[in-house]
């Protein structure tokens, strides 16, 4: 779609974090009209800057949108954002037009998304929970992974927008199912850089340079692209946020009570969020979930 059509289509954006702010940025460089908002206001500005309108509510947002996204912290924040802090229709799905598309892309619970599924339902707006990986290098490249829940006509028509934002999107199910993919995801990831803080911490302890065990793992069936990512943070010492610690503690939460909800145990998961618990009860900044490392240097 050019930018003389995509002109046309009025997109809002509620959300402006790590993740929100580039995703902002693509679509007002791919040329839709966006409207955005975010609680700490002056994240707007840049936006506001290059073009963007500025809503006062979330719910005038939604109101001035052919498609609305979201991107938010956490299920509180997301509630919040649509149905209002004082939960009497002030929020965001109270302002949807009839006809149009909503999509999230936070990670919340699946049983999140099917309650926002039927609240659209019976105002006749088309959803979709679309949690997305990439991280924030991956969002300012517009190569974000969309795992998607919903309607497959309504993701087809949505296609042009998250062609912009992704380089990827998979169609996995009725909503809920984007997002039980994306904890399983999370889950992985997490214990993935966890296992890697652990092996380092051993290496280390025995006198030998961490530095040799991630050599080694490169060339080996150990290599992954999550630890090619962040096992520079680990030997360093570096946890600037990409992805902060504080959202993959709560991931792992929700993939707990997932598991509960389900009846399937994971302990692993239980065992990491202790983990990732202990560091983040103990942090006195905002740090990446490579910083699960700091467990092992306290």
């Not at 109101?63 to 997301?78: C, E, H, K």
């Not at 959803?127 to 991280?135: E, R, S, W, Y």
Request: with cysteine; hydrophobic share 45%; net charge positive.
């Amino acid at each position: 779609m050019d930018s003389a059509a995509n002109s046309k289509l009025k997109v809002g954006l509620i959300g402006l974090g790590l993740m929100g702010q580039p995703i902002g940025m693509n679509l007002l460089k791919a040329g839709y009209l966006l409207t955005v908002w975010n609680r700490t206001t002056s994240r707007a500005n840049e936006l506001v800057a290059m073009g963007a309108t500025l809503a006062m509510s979330p719910k005038e947002v939604a109101a001035a949108s052919d498609v609305l996204l979201t991107i938010v912290s956490d299920p509180p924040a997301l509630e919040s954002v649509l149905w209002g802090a004082d939960g009497k229709d002030s929020g965001a799905l109270a302002g949807l037009k009839p006809g149009s598309t909503y999509i999230d892309s936070s990670t919340v619970s699946p049983a999140l998304a099917r309650k926002i599924a039927a609240a659209c339902a019976e105002r006749k707006v088309h959803f979709l929970d679309a949690p997305v990986t990439g991280g924030d290098w991956g969002a300012k490249k517009g190569e974000l992974i969309f795992m998607v829940g919903g309607d497959a006509e309504t993701l087809k028509a949505v296609e042009p927008i998250l062609g912009v934002l992704g380089k990827r999107w998979f169609h996995l199910g009725p909503n809920g199912a984007g997002q039980t993919i994306k904890l399983a995801m999370n889950l992985i990831l997490a214990l993935q850089v966890d296992a890697l803080a652990e092996a380092l911490a051993l290496v280390t302890g025995a006198g030998l340079k961490g530095e040799s065990l991630v050599e080694v793992m490169q060339s080996s069936m150990a290599r992954s692209g999550v630890l090619d990512v962040k096992a520079p943070n680990l030997l360093k010492g570096e946890y600037k946020p990409s992805f902060p610690l504080r959202l993959m503690h709560k991931d792992l939460s929700l993939a707990l009570d997932l598991g509960n909800q389900i009846g399937v145990a994971l302990p692993a998961t239980a065992a990491a969020r202790e983990t990732y618990n202990y560091v983040k009860g103990n942090a006195k900044e905002d740090l990446d979930y490579s910083a699960v490392m700091k467990f092992w240097r306290r």
